[in-house]
Structures are given as structure tokens and as C-alpha cells.
T-cell receptor
Framework: AQKVTQAQTEISVVEKEDVTLDCVYETRDTTYYLFWYKQPPSGELVFLIRRNSFDEQNEISGRYSWNFQKSTSSFNFTITASQVVDSAVYFC?????????????FGTGTQLKVEL | DVKVTQSSRYLVKRTGEKVFLECVQDMDHENMFWYRQDPGLGLRLIYF???????EKGDIPEGYSVSREKKERFSLILESASTNQTSMYLC?????????????FGPGTRLTVT
């Protein structure tokens, strides 16, 4: 069975601080994909990034960066110099051939609050 | 831009009522999904569909059914609403049944059953 664990339920930071959101996953698939989604207060989940299991290169997109480590089954997400607009719930998700098609298994989410 | 729309943002229904939640996508996607989101539980898959008239159960299908008569529309049906079905319901779509493809989500319907 596939499983995604986001141990941090809620994180509060002050604007301009760096923050890392943790994601640990379990799967028996050798080929799988990891995703991060952002859910702002409006409710709609927004896709942020996808990583496949064969690509362990870290990725940076502006203030966002992702650290994928197969050895620890982790796919952590860092926001540098956080801003109030980053306040949202962030979900890590996993898909693989075991689940069939592109069914996603989600973590329970991390609520990030960025305050002035 | 992919657009996934849901018929209502907020809905209040009474116990025992039959409830229809509608979802429409405008990008000709084959796959459509219904999730419910509850605090501390994340998103859980209720049903999904890979094609018109096809449906498969997700992780928590009990108390729900679905209908997909047209490619762009996927309906979630609560045959007899109960208070434990009070939740946020999210619809999503994706282009093909490939695990590498991201899903696109609608804005959600917050359903309250009293």
C-alpha cells in the first residue's frame, strides 16, 4: 500500500523566514511520482511540482525548492524568505503503477501561517 | 488554462435527502475524480472514472455513487445524506491514466448535512 506522511500539522513563521515542509512516503513501486500542491484559503488545490523516482536532482523555482532523497523516502519542500501570500495548506502526494492510472495518495497536509 | 468547475461552493442539506454534486471540466480530460477533505485526514478518494460510463471505487465509496454520462461531467451522488458526510468535496481531472500526470482541481463544495 502507498502512504504519505506529513508530520507537521501546522507551522507558523514570521515573514522573511525560511521554512521547510516535510514529506515522507512509502511505496513498493520502483517507478512512482511525487507531487506538491498548494491549497490557499479559496480552496482550490494548485499544482506546484512533480518529481519522478528516477530523478533525484533538487529543483529550485524562485523562492521554492524541493529536496528529493530516495535513501530516506523524503520529498521536502522549502520556501525561502516566506511571504504572507505563502499562507496555505500544502499537500504532498504520491502516484504509482500499483494504484492504477494516476490515482493520488495524499498526505494529511501542513497548514503554513506566515505572519508579519 | 484547465478549468474545473463545481456546481456549488456551499450547500446545506437535511439528513435523508438525495444530494447531487456536479463537476465539469473543459479540457477534454479522460480522467475525473471525487475526493473528500476532512481536517487531519487530508484528501481521500471516493470514486474515479477513466472514461464515459466507467467508474471505479476509491478508498471510501460507501454511501456514495457516481455518474459519468458525458466526458466533461462527473456527478457525485449521496443517495441518503447523513451528518457524517458533512465535508469539503473536491473534484479533479487529468488527461490520461498515467501516474506522471498531475490532476487539476475545482474550487470545492462545502457540504453541510443537518
Amino acid at each position: 500500500a502507498q502512504k504519505v506522511t506529513q508530520a507537521q500539522t501546522e507551522i507558523s513563521v514570521v515573514e522573511k523566514e525560511d521554512v521547510t515542509l516535510d514529506c515522507v512516503y512509502e511505496t513498493r513501486d520502483t517507478t512512482y511520482y511525487l507531487f506538491w500542491y498548494k491549497q490557499p484559503p479559496s480552496g482550490e488545490l494548485v499544482f506546484l511540482i512533480r518529481r519522478n523516482s528516477f530523478d533525484e536532482q533538487n529543483e529550485i523555482s524562485g523562492r521554492y525548492s524541493w529536496n528529493f532523497q530516495k535513501s530516506t523516502s523524503s520529498f521536502n519542500f522549502t520556501i525561502t524568505a516566506s511571504q504572507v501570500v505563502d499562507s496555505a495548506v500544502y499537500f504532498c502526494a504520491l502516484s504509482g503503477l500499483t494504484g492504477g492510472g494516476n490515482k493520488l495518495t495524499f498526505g494529511t497536509g501542513t497548514q503554513l501561517k506566515v505572519e508579519l | 488554462d484547465v478549468k474545473v468547475t463545481q456546481s456549488s461552493r456551499y450547500l446545506v442539506k437535511r439528513t435523508g435527502e438525495k444530494v447531487f454534486l456536479e463537476c465539469v471540466q473543459d479540457m477534454d480530460h479522460e480522467n475525473m475524480f471525487w475526493y473528500r477533505q476532512d481536517p487531519g485526514l487530508g484528501l481521500r478518494l471516493i470514486y474515479f472514472s477513466y472514461d464515459v460510463k466507467m467508474k471505479e471505487k476509491g478508498d471510501i465509496p460507501e454511501g456514495y455513487s457516481v455518474s459519468r454520462e458525458k466526458k466533461e461531467r462527473f456527478s457525485l451522488i449521496l443517495e441518503s445524506a447523513s451528518t457524517n458526510q458533512t465535508s469539503m468535496y473536491l473534484c479533479a481531472s487529468s488527461s490520461i491514466a498515467n501516474p506522471s500526470y498531475e490532476q487539476y482541481f475545482g474550487p470545492g463544495t462545502r457540504l453541510t448535512v443537518t
